[in-house]
């Protein structure tokens, strides 16, 4: 009777999503989408450094204390990072697994070596790469600054950041890696339109541009302020 009741038992609404692979792009959607409306937030927050030193240094202490006095210091800064850091994992995690699912799919090359997708779709693989190796420098640079040149100082945000873009291997991977990530959105916000049931054949086109848009906004974006410090427009 214990063997029956263990063979009837059905896997979990969760198990079952998890484990297929539409269930994956959806979870790949989902927490991409997340990672996208923290990135918008981010960058605005960002172009604050063109308002000078105080008003870049009171928003670094406002995501401190947002929040206050329903939360304590930095408890609404930390549910961010939280949730960012599961998204990042869950998001990293089905994309590992989907690329396997895709190469077991087909273990032999293709007879016509002929592009099969965008420049932007056969680079996801790479870029994801790029942008994780990136996350983990980014946050020993600027928010430990284990490996920041020049001194590191706690709660001078606005001269770390100056110190950071005024090297020249500072500039590089920054900018190497805001490129990938504008590919990286631009095909990812189609998928994840796509994926989520979104895109229709009257809404493709808006979709599409739209992808444009938000992968060239948050490149340029990102990429204003070390292009700024370089040029002196901001020191």
Not at 98 to 115: E, F, G, M, Q, T
Request: contains cysteine; charged residues 15%; hydrophobic residues 50%.
């Amino acid at each position: 009777m214990a063997l029956a009741t263990r063979t009837d038992r059905r896997p979990s609404l969760a198990r079952t999503l998890w484990v297929s692979t539409v269930g994956k792009k959806t979870v790949m959607a989902v927490t991409g989408l997340i990672m996208l409306g923290y990135l918008v937030a981010h960058m605005y927050g960002n172009l604050k450094i063109f308002f000078g030193l105080d008003a870049f240094n009171e928003y670094a202490h406002w995501l401190r204390t947002m929040g206050e006095p329903m939360l304590h210091y930095e408890w609404a800064l930390w549910i961010v990072r939280v949730v960012l850091v599961v998204a990042v994992v869950l998001h990293g995690v089905c994309a590992y697994q989907l690329s396997r699912r895709d190469l077991a799919a087909r273990p032999s090359k293709y007879v016509h070596k002929r592009p099969r997708a965008s420049y932007a779709t056969r680079t996801m693989r790479w870029g994801g790469i790029i942008l994780a190796l990136f996350i983990v420098w980014h946050i020993l640079d600027l928010t430990t600054g284990t490996v920041h040149t020049g001194g590191f100082q706690s709660g001078r945000p606005y001269q770390n950041v100056v110190d950071t873009f005024s090297t020249w291997y500072g500039n590089v991977i920054y900018i190497v890696a805001m490129l990938a990530l504008g590919l990286h959105i631009r095909h990812g916000f189609w998928s994840a339109a796509q994926t989520l049931g979104v895109g229709n054949a009257t809404r493709d086109r808006v979709l599409k541009a739209t992808a444009n848009v938000l992968a060239l906004v948050l490149t340029a974006g990102f990429v204003a302020v070390p292009v700024a410090v370089m040029t002196g427009v901001v020191s």
